[in-house]
């Protein structure tokens, strides 16, 4: 598995409860943007619209030479999902607070773009303190056993 991009930020601004693969529609600009590492999620979100999910506000950057083929860099792109994952999401985002994020893009063994999906409670501005000690506690103990 070779990843591509991770949402840092998604991570941080949700408390993840759950996660999904999924497989992404793309185009053949997208996927040589994506071999070239060519991505951004730091601010995309997935939405569900009537039985289909959706990646919004990925940027994956134009191909270099893509010419007229080249793709958009901000559309949206559909995710593959079962029925059952879909409802599953859908039920959960309903609750609130809840939201869908992606948290990584990469390609599987067989060379397929998957996003790993997480769905989860967004952080209320304490939960994100605890977490900036927490990561700055494991920094501490890490430099001092490396120390040793």
Do not use: W
Not at 35 to 42: C, E, I, M, N
Not at 115 to 141: C, F, M, N, P, T
């Amino acid at each position: 598995m070779k990843v591509i991009a991770q949402n840092k930020r998604g991570r941080f601004e949700v408390a993840v409860e759950e996660t999904l693969e999924a497989g992404v529609v793309l185009t053949g600009s997208e996927v040589k943007s994506l071999r070239q590492g060519k991505v951004s999620l730091a601010e995309a979100y997935v939405r569900i619209e009537s039985g289909e999910a959706f990646l919004l506000k990925a940027n994956i950057t134009e191909y270099s030479h893509g010419g007229y083929s080249n793709h958009e860099p901000m559309r949206r792109r559909k995710l593959l999902l079962h029925r059952r994952e879909i409802e599953k999401l859908r039920i959960k985002t309903e609750q609130k607070g809840h939201t869908i994020v992606p948290l990584k893009i990469y390609f599987n063994e067989k060379g397929r773009v998957k996003v790993e999906v997480g769905v989860g409670k967004g952080k209320k501005l304490h939960d994100k303190r605890r977490s900036i000690q927490d990561r700055e506690a494991k920094r501490q103990i890490d430099r001092a056993m490396k120390g040793r």
